[in-house]
C-alpha cells in the first residue's frame, strides 16, 4: 500500500516519516506535501492507495483536498490527522469519505492501526466488487439480460461510427430509465487496449465500479472503452487523467502487458461523445504501433494540432530547460512548469510522463539529487547548505530523501568521495 503524507508542519511530516517503521510494514511512503494544493499534482503522479493529511493547511486545506479526492480519485483511502479544537472542520471530512481520523499528537502504534484499519477496508471493497463483477459476468454469460450487460451494451452504442444524433438521444433516456442515468455537463471517452483482454476487462470493470459514479465501462474486442463524466471541461479531463493513470496501474497489477490508453476530446453533448472516442481511438492506435511494452497514456489534443511526437518532443525539452533553471525553488510545482509551457496541469502531468519516461516528481528529484551530489563532490558546503541549494527548506528532509535515492547519507557521500567540510 502506497500513502501519501500532508501537512504544513515540518515537525509533524518529519515524525511521521522518521519514527514510522516504514522498512518493517507493508506500507510505502511515496511522498509529501505541506498543503492540498501542491499535494494534488504529486498524488495523481505517485497515485498512493491511502493519503494521510492534515486539516488546516495553506492554500488548499484538508476540507478541499478531500472534497476534490473525493471526486477526481474516489478510490483512494483518507485518513486526517486533527487538533481538539478543529471537530467542526473533522465533521465535515468524515462526511466527505474519510476513512479514519486522527488527533495530534499521533504515535507509530495509532498510525499503524489506522493504516492496517484503512487498508483492509480498502482490500475488502476489492474483494467485494470483484465478486459483485464475477456474478454479473457469470449471470451476463448464462443468460445475456442481465443490466450490465444491456447498459454496457448502450454505453457502447454510443462509441459506434453508425451512430446518429438521435441513437445517441435514445441510448442515454434508456440509461436514465434503467436508473442509470449519464447526465453530465461534459464527457470525455477513455480508450484501452492491453492483454489478456478478460483479465484487464474485469480489472477496469472493478476500479470504475469503485468511481462513484464518474466512471461507465463497455467492452471492446481489443479492451475496454470508458465514458467520463464531469461538471466542468476542466473536472471531465482532471477525472480522466486521473482515472486512466490509475488504470494503467491496475492493469499492470493484473499482469496484463501492451498497455495502451487514449484519452479523447473532451464534448459537452452526449450526441459527440462519439467524436470523443474517436480521438481517443486514434491515439491508442498510434500508441499500438510503437514496439515497446511500456505503458502510455496521452491526450488526443496535443497531437491533433502539431507535428505528433516532435511537437511534444519540443514542449517537453521547453519545460526540462525550464525546470533545470528553477529546480532549486524549493516552491516549484508541476503547475509552474504546466503554465510555462502552455498546458493543463493534468495534460502536462501525462505527455511528460510519457514522453519522459519519467513523472515530474520523479525527473524534478533527479535534478536535485544530482545537484546535491555534484555539491558534496565539489564544494565543502554543509547539507543545510546544499539542501537550501537544491529545493529543500528542510535539511532533515534532504538527507531523508538522499539517503532513500542515493542509498547513504550526505556524509557518507562525501567521505566515499574524498571532500571533507572544513
Known amino acids: 500500500m502506497k500513502v501519501f503524507l500532508v501537512d504544513d ?37 505517485t497515485n498512493p492507495d491511502i493519503v494521510i493529511t492534515d486539516i488546516r493547511m495553506p492554500f488548499m486545506d484538508g476540507i478541499e483536498l478531500c472534497r476534490t479526492l473525493r471526486t477526481q480519485m474516489p478510490w483512494i483511502g483518507i485518513v486526517i490527522l486533527s487538533g481538539y479544537d478543529e471537530f467542526e472542520y473533522a465533521r465535515q471530512c468524515l462526511q466527505l469519505g474519510v476513512r479514519e481520523y486522527l488527533l495530534k499528537p499521533i504515535d507509530a502504534e495509532d498510525l499503524r492501526k489506522a493504516l492496517d484499519k484503512v487498508s483492509a477496508q480498502l482490500q475488502e471493497e476489492k474483494k467485494q466488487r470483484e465478486h459483485v463483477e464475477s456474478l454479473r459476468a457469470r449471470m451476463t454469460g448464462s443468460s445475456g439480460t442481465d443490466g450490465r450487460f444491456l447498459k454496457e451494451k448502450l454505453i457502447g452504442s454510443l462509441f459506434s461510427d453508425e451512430s446518429m444524433e438521435e441513437d445517441a438521444q435514445n441510448a442515454m433516456k434508456q440509461l436514465q430509465a434503467m436508473g442509470s442515468p449519464l447526465t453530465a455537463s461534459h464527457y470525455t471517452v477513455i480508450d484501452a487496449a492491453f492483454s489478456p483482454v478478460e483479465t484487464g476487462r474485469e480489472a477496469a470493470a472493478v476500479l470504475a465500479e469503485g468511481s462513484g459514479g464518474v466512471v461507465h465501462t463497455s467492452g471492446s ?20 487523467y486521473a482515472f486512466a493513470s490509475s488504470l494503467v496501474t491496475e492493469l499492470e497489477r493484473a499482469g496484463c502487458t501492451k498497455i495502451r490508453v487514449g484519452i479523447g476530446d473532451i464534448v459537452e453533448q452526449p450526441s459527440e461523445i462519439l467524436q470523443s472516442f474517436k480521438t481517443a481511438r486514434h491515439i ?56 510555462a509551457v502552455n498546458m493543463s496541469n493534468s495534460r502536462f502531468s501525462t505527455v511528460f510522463s510519457q514522453q519522459s519516461g519519467q513523472t515530474f516528481t ?42 532513500k535515492n542515493v542509498g547513504m547519507t550526505p556524509s557518507d557521500y562525501r567521505s566515499q568521495n574524498n571532500i571533507q567540510p572544513e
Open 9 to 45: 508542519e515540518v515537525v509533524i511530516r518529519e515524525g511521521i516519516r522518521e519514527s514510522f517503521p516504514w522498512e518493517d510494514t507493508p506500507y510505502t511512503l511515496v511522498g509529501e506535501a505541506p498543503d492540498g494544493e501542491m499535494a494534488l499534482p504529486m498524488i495523481r503522479d
Open 221 to 240: 474486442r481489443t479492451g475496454t472503452r470508458l465514458l467520463t463524466l464531469g461538471d466542468s471541461a476542466r473536472d471531465a479531463e482532471e477525472k480522466a
Open 284 to 339: 491508442r492506435h498510434i500508441l499500438e504501433e510503437r514496439p515497446d511494452e511500456t505503458s502510455l497514456i496521452l491526450g488526443v489534443r496535443e497531437m491533433g494540432d502539431s507535428a505528433g511526437d516532435a511537437g511534444m518532443h519540443s514542449v517537453i525539452n521547453e519545460a526540462k530547460v525550464y525546470m533545470s533553471q528553477h529546480f532549486c525553488d524549493s516552491n516549484l510545482m508541476l503547475q509552474d512548469v504546466a503554465k
Open 362 to 403: 520523479e525527473y524534478l528529484l533527479f535534478l536535485r539529487m544530482n545537484k546535491a551530489k555534484e555539491l558534496l563532490r565539489t564544494t565543502d558546503m554543509r547539507s543545510s547548505q546544499i539542501a537550501h541549494e537544491t529545493g529543500y527548506n528542510d535539511a532533515h528532509y534532504f538527507s531523508y530523501i538522499f539517503k
